[in-house]
């Protein structure tokens, strides 16, 4: 019987089958704790002598047990990493190129447009400080534009910038005008709605020359051209007056409605137009922050999103970042 558990434990060939031998010997009603309940029937030496052999064996059953859990053990492990080896060089014909995101694709011709009439790119710090991000734009302490609902606040004052306005500042504070400047980037405002997310992208111009060289007919010329490349020939540009504190005097930017052309709809909120730009002749208090004398110029501002959005008639922004792949793909 005792040489039977042994070689049961010498055959077995997995954990569990090693689970019931032990079982089997050791268990209520094993062999060999019955073994130990018949040893209480015997008396004096024979009770001394089976005594001894029956604990030797059991130790002996136990550490057969052992060796070969541990043996099994690591026989489990490396069946199972065997199992699941995954081929890291192995060519995958199921995978799908991936492609540029929707974001990425307008800002991409946007920017084709601008340098391709001759302006640089520029860029600048997402940490802004009061001064770059409000003030120097003549945005004084009590402007709404500060409001806390708009501007993400850091504990020293500084903020998330909430345009890419203060790359204008920058510029000038580091270069000496003629300027021809665009500034792609990423802007932050405390909104989150069909048609806002905390993270949205804009494209800021910014043209200076000496004074009495730029005009608001430049202004006007650029960006009636640039919609055009944007939205096709046939769409219609129109300059509503507006305000902007960096800029006097100011204007919005509206298209003729790309989706009714112009017989109004939902998305124009039956207006016919689609505001897409603002834009201005830069204040002269900008200027005088960046001490910059005898200059005038012109800056526009737009959202990569909202461009994105009615090129490719999306009407949740929030989708575009949401990363589910079955909307994203259907731009590629
Ligand atoms: N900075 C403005 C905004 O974020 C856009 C703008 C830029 C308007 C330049 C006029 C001139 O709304």
């Known amino acids: 019987m005792e040489n039977n558990t042994l070689k049961a434990i010498e055959l077995a060939t997995s954990l569990q089958e090693l689970e ?13 704790t019955e073994l130990f309940v018949l040893l209480k029937e015997l008396e004096g030496d024979t009770k001394k002598i089976k005594a001894r052999e029956l604990n030797a064996l059991k130790s002996q059953i136990e550490s057969a047990l052992a060796t070969k859990k541990e043996i099994l053990k690591a026989q489990e492990l490396a069946d199972q990493l065997k ?11 199921s995978s799908n190129y991936g492609s540029m995101h929707p974001v990425s694709i307008t800002l991409e ?27 120097a734009l003549n945005i004084p302490e009590y402007h709404p534009a500060r409001d806390m609902q708009d501007t993400f606040y850091f504990n020293d004052g500084k903020v998330l910038r909430t345009h890419t306005s203060p790359v204008q500042i920058r510029t000038m504070e580091q270069e000496s005008f003629p ?10 405002r405390r909104d989150y709605d069909l048609t806002h997310t905390p993270m949205f992208h804009q494209v800021e111009g910014l043209v200076v020359e000496e004074k009495g060289k730029i005009s608001f007919s430049h202004l006007k010329f650029i960006l009636e051209d640039f919609l055009h490349y944007m939205f096709g020939g046939d769409i219609s540009v129109r300059f509503r007056s507006s305000f902007f504190p960096f800029t006097e005097p100011s204007a919005e930017v509206d298209i003729s409605c790309i989706f009714c052309k112009g017989n109004g709809c939902r998305v124009c909120s039956h207006t016919g137009w689609l505001e897409v730009l603002g834009c201005g002749i830069v204040d002269r208090n900008v200027f005088a922050a960046v001490h910059y004398e005898n200059v005038s110029g012109y800056a526009f501002g737009m959202g990569v ?7 490719h008639a999306v009407s949740d922004l929030r989708s575009f970042f949401e990363s589910d792949l079955r909307i994203l793909e259907q731009f590629s």
């Open 20 to 32: 019931d031998i032990r079982i089997k010997a050791f268990g209520k009603k094993g062999n060999i």
């Open 305 to 311: 999103e909202r461009f994105a959005m009615l090129i």
């Open 109 to 135: 011709k946007i920017i084709d447009y601008f340098v391709a009439m001759n302006f640089s790119l520029r860029s600048g710090p997402l940490v802004e400080d009061d001064f770059h991000n409000f003030q």
């Open 83 to 93: 199992k699941e080896r995954i081929d890291m060089t192995l060519f995958n014909t």
């Open 179 to 188: 300027i021809r400047m665009i500034c792609p980037g990423a802007v932050f």
